[in-house]
């Protein structure tokens, strides 16, 4: 019994480190996900998507996981808090990116692009410069099984904030079915 209690002791402290997607582990089957998240989903599509209602650090949000030959591949939140300053999405994507730093460490890698400078001196308008597609951001963490991207970014006034889980070990065939998906019907 002690010896259960210490390796799972043991597996806990490096769950953070290898950064699975929720409660889940990379290449678990679609019905071992439902099992640990319950029934009460959103969405379910035939194979490879599954949506549930979350909460993270207080934002709404949808939990997405898909899947490539029943594995699990990626985790992804997309934000759905509606905002009335367009300034709060930034100031939510600093809190998250705070709060992913406290648990991943520091990224390695992070980038804001301009494609139109108009409000580039002005941080007061930074909020809709993204949601004119104007500016976006982006941040990258690696651990030894994961990539994680969080985004930030905008168009026709409408700002997506999403934070993305890539599994390594699945990374590959998770794109090839997406690019198989794009093609039909080409």
Request: charged share 30%.
């Given at each position: 019994m002690k010896k259960t209690f210490w390796i799972l002791v043991f597996l806990s402290m490096l769950l953070p480190a290898c950064a699975q997607f929720r409660d889940t582990i990379w290449g678990m089957s679609r019905a071992q996900v439902i099992g640990i998240e319950g029934e009460e989903n959103l969405y379910v599509n035939e194979s490879d998507v599954v949506i549930y209602n979350c909460?993270?650090?207080?934002?709404?949000a949808f939990a997405g996981y898909?899947?490539?030959?029943?594995?699990?591949?990626?985790?992804?939140?997309?934000?759905?808090?509606?905002?009335?300053?367009?300034?709060?999405?930034?100031?939510?994507?600093?809190?998250?990116?705070?709060?992913?730093?406290?648990?991943?460490?520091?990224p390695v890698d992070a980038d804001s692009e301009w494609s139109n400078s108009l409000y580039e001196d002005d941080e007061e308008y930074y909020g809709l410069a993204i949601s004119l597609g104007h500016l976006?951001?982006?941040?990258?963490?690696?651990?030894?099984?994961?990539?994680?991207?969080?985004?930030?970014?905008?168009?026709?006034?409408?700002?997506?904030?999403?934070?993305?889980?890539?599994?390594?070990?699945?990374?590959?065939?998770?794109?090839?079915?997406?690019l198989r998906k794009d093609q039909q019907g080409l």
């Open positions: 909460s993270i650090a207080g934002l709404k898909l899947f490539v030959d029943d594995k699990l591949a990626v985790g992804k939140y997309l934000f759905n808090e509606t905002r009335a300053d367009n300034n709060t999405y930034l100031e939510d994507f600093m809190k998250l990116s705070k709060l992913l730093i406290s648990i991943y460490g520091e976006s951001l982006w941040i990258k963490w690696e651990t030894e099984t994961t990539v994680i991207f969080q985004s930030l970014y905008g168009q026709d006034y409408e700002i997506k904030h999403i934070i993305e889980y890539n599994s390594k070990e699945y990374a590959e065939a998770y794109q090839e079915e997406k």
